[in-house]
């Protein structure tokens, strides 16, 4: 199928793209009649091919919108996960992206969901709707902090019907507070067209652009850090390190660190934990691991050292280059967000809902199922 062909052609060209798409974040979709084509869960974007898109029925997706869910979050998830696989068609198996009930309702043949670091420095600043209202001029759809999944999701549609009937016209661009963008359109040319305005006119609100580059830290830095570290989280367990002005600006003091400090998006949770620790040497890993246990109850994966740069920690190398990766973005974000107020990250009682979803559970084992392949 040809439009198929363009959502994988697509998928794969902003998965492959650091500017938009990280690791395992983003999802797209394409709609044909009453059946949506959208990314499976624990797919890489740039990855992606026919095997790995799932089609479900439109219809049984819509009708969700009309059924009761209990109030509690653990059983209204479950029993809304439930009703979104049985929307497949007969013969699917594969468990849709996280996001399917948006593709559903977006309108446009295709929809792309992606994490800019750019887009992110306004949905994560003080002042990032406004300053996106004021970049967009009435095109641009704003949807505030919640609990991701079915209330996310649910008032998302909402708040597109409002601006349709209010604004007479549909949003060009769909923003969510600390996590993306969705953009749809009708075919490959729109889908292009759109994003490279939606980078322009961003790019234009930016004060200060940051740092491109990362240089990676010599293994010889990170000896004192890689002992300590097997000391206190146990064996196996393996450090990296980057830096770079940006970096080494947050690592000057705890207040230039303190806006890094609790995560900023989704993806920052499921890659680099809850936030960095501050460290200015090896010896207050202990002390700093501790005291963020206690605070978070589980360990830390990620530190920014002061005079050295950021580091990313995990029990394999691939986990380390992750968390690593994740707190460079975290890094450009901030720096973004400067030109939107400053940054505003995730609310602790976001981060627990995330922490605990099973969606998010599924996501993770889906992927480290894959990487051992």
Not at 338 to 355: D, H, K, M, N, Y
Request: glycine share 8%; net charge negative; hydrophobic share 40%.
């Amino acid at each position: 199928m040809a439009d198929l062909t363009t959502l994988i052609e697509l998928s794969r060209s902003f998965g492959a793209d650091p500017n938009f798409t990280l690791l395992g974040g983003g999802n797209t979709s394409y709609k044909e009649g009453p059946r949506l084509y959208v990314k499976a869960s624990g797919v890489y974007l740039k990855d992606l091919d026919e095997s790995q898109v799932v089609v479900m029925d439109q219809d049984k997706l819509k009708s969700i919108w009309s059924r009761s869910y209990p109030a509690e979050t653990a059983p209204r998830e479950a029993e809304v996960l439930k009703d979104i696989l049985s929307a497949r068609l007969p013969g699917q198996t594969i468990r849709p992206s996280v996001e399917a009930l948006f593709h559903s309702f977006i309108k446009g043949a295709y929809v792309i969901h992606t994490h800019p670091a750019l887009i992110n420095g306004f949905t994560c600043g003080r002042e990032g709707e406004a300053a996106l209202e004021e970049l967009f001029e009435g095109e641009a759809l704003w949807i505030p902090l919640m609990e991701p999944g079915y209330i996310l999701a649910g008032e998302a549609k909402k708040r597109i019907e409002a601006f349709e009937q209010t604004r007479r016209r549909y949003p060009r661009f769909i923003f969510l507070q600390n996590h993306g963008i969705f953009v749809p359109g009708e075919n490959r040319e729109e889908i292009l067209a759109l994003h490279k305005e939606l980078w322009e006119r961003c790019l234009s609100r930016i004060n200060r652009v940051p740092e491109a580059r990362t240089r990676p830290l010599p293994p010889e830095s990170l000896g004192d850090f890689q002992k300590e570290a097997v000391r206190v989280f146990g064996e196996p367990y393996v450090l990296a390190g980057s830096e770079n002005g940006d970096i080494l600006e947050a690592a000057q003091s705890p207040g230039a660190f303190a806006p890094l400090e609790i995560a900023y998006t989704p993806d920052h949770l499921f890659y680099a934990g809850v936030g960095p620790c501050y460290l200015t040497g090896p010896g207050d890993l202990a002390g700093a691991a501790a005291a963020f246990r206690k605070r978070w109850e589980r360990d830390p994966v990620s530190f920014i050292v002061k005079d050295l740069g950021a580091l990313g920690g995990g029990k394999t190398p691939k986990a380390a280059e992750e968390s690593l990766l994740l707190i460079e973005d975290a890094v450009k974000i901030k720096v973004y967000a400067e030109s939107a107020g400053g940054v505003q990250p995730l609310t602790p009682r976001i981060i627990q809902f995330v922490l605990n979803w099973e969606a998010e559970k599924y996501k993770k084992a889906a992927m480290e199922s894959e990487a051992k392949k």
